[in-house]
């Protein structure tokens, strides 16, 4: 065992998935918590920053102080060392919001009881399923009316295709809402309306075999509904099988209120006794186990400075193995290049603050001069592996560009093209037209927004940008074996091509997807690119 092998094996790295409103800030905060890393809960993001509107962001000539900022926290508790990777929601979906995922070695998904399995939940839990990560949900707001509990776990099951199995089973909710029954000890807690902002209150603990001090806790119809509730859950619902848990074919259920302070912190518990520790992940050398292997990382995201006098980025890097030391030397894989990482930063609650070293499953920033790109490999001088690539995802909004002022040409090529590369956007051709016009891809909206500004203020290029009304685009997995040109699809389709050639359709519907598979027989679509 070398002397790092402790480190790595407390950490646990993972991302909350949820749909905005779902209480994802709420259950950080309480994370943090509990940790100590805050006094007060509300100020991990102030709530005017979290929800900025596009026109403050952009008027704003600063640092995109705040997402940086709430990238990654790390806090420790209970000799864990725990680091949540934020996936942005709101209009800062973006691209970044996936690739966050592909960092992360487990997700907790956070999900309204009021409102059940939403579209932002559906699309990240893609993700998380792509990679086989282990996934935990908790169903919060059971301060409020909650939906049919039953029906909530039905929900899970049939519209995310992951088994559930509830760890506790809420009493009640809103007005009515008594506690929980956790299933493990078969006792139940009581619900007080804790202090906001405080740590949880004191609740009561009784055992369902005591069914006299359990009727008088929570009253003769809610026990009479739990008793019955329970036995119908013991028949049908899954085992717990911690294998199928970490293969992520399995994810257990809490139930609880954020904002209340009630079952968050036995949440945690549970999740950092069946969560994963750092997980081992593919190279083109074979798979690189964290404990048993040197010093290497991936670049999974870059954020632009939004600061024009500063044009440096910043590069966040999933540690995947060993120990990074500040003033060790590193290789470059793509770049060719031994360096030393210019000035790596770990954020620690709201601050951030210069590491000295840093362990496999933790995430440093450093500064980027340009020289990286999304998926690069960084890893000892003596050593040359590359790890397997981010895939490029599916964008949802496109737009045709098109520039003002056509004596420009090459910055706005350059720009574009720089701005692509950084991974804010995505940019295709059409395929076989002869022209030159650009079509832009973009996960979020507000990526729209980011490209004018920045090809205006970097650039000084000024472009407007059409709408057009596709929404699904998807890759020509077996490209070798399809004739393009003789592709036909829908009226409405497009066929267009990426930076490196791949050749891609673009659909107005799902509809259009689906005939355009019947009416080519052999053909293989993907919402995803690994070239
Ligand atoms: P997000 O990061 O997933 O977008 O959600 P966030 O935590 O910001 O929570 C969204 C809203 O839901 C907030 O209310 C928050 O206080 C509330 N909330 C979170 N957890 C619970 C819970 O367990 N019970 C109840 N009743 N509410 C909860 P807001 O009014 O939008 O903001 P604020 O003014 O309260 O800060």
């Known amino acids: 065992m070398n002397n790092y092998t402790e480190e790595i094996n407390r950490r646990r790295t993972f991302a909350i998935i949820s749909h905005p409103d779902a209480g994802k800030t709420t259950l950080t905060e309480k994370f943090l918590l509990y940790g100590g890393a805050i006094n007060l809960a509300g100020s991990v993001k102030g709530k005017a920053t979290a929800r900025h509107a596009v026109s403050d962001w952009m008027g704003i000539e600063k640092e995109r102080g705040i997402s940086v900022t709430s990238s990654v926290l790390q806090f420790e508790y209970d000799g864990y060392c725990i680091n949540i ?66 029906d909530l776990l039905d929900e899970i099951e049939k519209e995310l295709g992951i088994a559930t199995c509830p760890l506790n089973w809420p009493i009640g909710s809103g007005k009515e809402f008594k506690g929980v029954y956790d299933r493990e ?3 139940v807690i009581s619900y007080s309306d804790t202090e906001k902002g405080t740590k949880e209150g004191t609740a009561t603990e009784v055992s369902v075999e005591d069914e006299g001090t359990l009727r008088a806790l929570i009253g003769d119809s809610a026990a009479d509904k739990l008793l019955e509730e329970v036995e119908l859950l013991d028949g049908a619902s899954a085992e717990f099988d911690l294998d199928a848990v970490q293969a992520g074919d399995l994810t257990p259920v809490c139930f609880g209120s954020a904002l209340t302070n009630f079952g968050v912190e036995i949440f945690l518990k549970h999740f950092l006794k069946m969560t994963t520790t750092p997980l081992p992940r593919k190279a083109d050398i074979g798979v690189i186990a964290p404990a048993e292997n040197d010093f290497s990382a991936f670049v999974f995201k870059i954020q632009a400075n939004m600061n024009k006098a500063h044009r440096d980025r910043i590069a966040f890097m999933r540690i995947c193995s060993g120990k990074f030391d500040a003033n060790m030397e590193v290789r470059h894989v793509q770049g060719n290049k031994v360096m030393r990482l210019s000035q790596p930063q770990q954020i620690m609650a709201d601050e951030r603050k210069i590491l000295t070293e840093a362990y496999a499953g933790d995430i440093i920033g450093v500064f980027d001069p340009g020289i990286f790109s999304i998926g690069d490999t960084i890893c000892m001088p003596k050593e040359k592996f590359k790890y397997e690539g981010i895939p490029t995802f599916a964008p949802e909004h496109f737009a045709r560009v098109r520039q003002m002022d056509t004596m420009k ?18 940019i295709f051709q059409e395929f076989n037209t002869g022209l030159e016009e650009i079509i832009v891809g973009v996960v979020g909206v507000l990526q729209f927004d980011v490209l004018k500004y920045r090809l205006e ?14 929404e699904h685009i ?58």
């Open 85 to 150: 990777l934020d996936t942005p929601g709101h209009q800062d979906f973006s691209e970044d919001t996936y690739r966050t995922l592909m960092a992360a070695d487990s997700a907790v998904m956070v999900i309204d009881a009021s409102k059940g399995v939403e579209a932002q939940t559906r699309k990240l839990f893609k993700v998380c399923v792509m990679r086989k990560i282990p996934i935990f949900t908790f169903i919060n707001k059971l301060d409020r009316d909650a939906n049919d509990t039953f």
């Open 185 to 187: 000890t078969k006792t």
């Open 409 to 426: 040409r090459k910055q706005f090529v350059k720009g574009i093209e720089q701005i692509a590369q950084e991974g804010a956007i995505q």
């Open 457 to 470: 203020n970097e650039y000084n290029v000024e472009i407007r940008l059409e709408n057009l009304p596709y």
């Open 474 to 531: 998807r890759w020509i997995e077996n490209k070798e074996e399809v004739d393009i040109d003789k592709l036909t699809g829908t009226s409405d389709m497009k066929k267009v091509k990426d930076m490196k050639g791949n050749p891609l359709l673009l659909f107005v519907n799902s509809w259009s997807i689906g005939m355009t598979l019947d009416r080519n027989k052999g053909l293989v679509l993907s919402e995803f690119s690994r070239n």
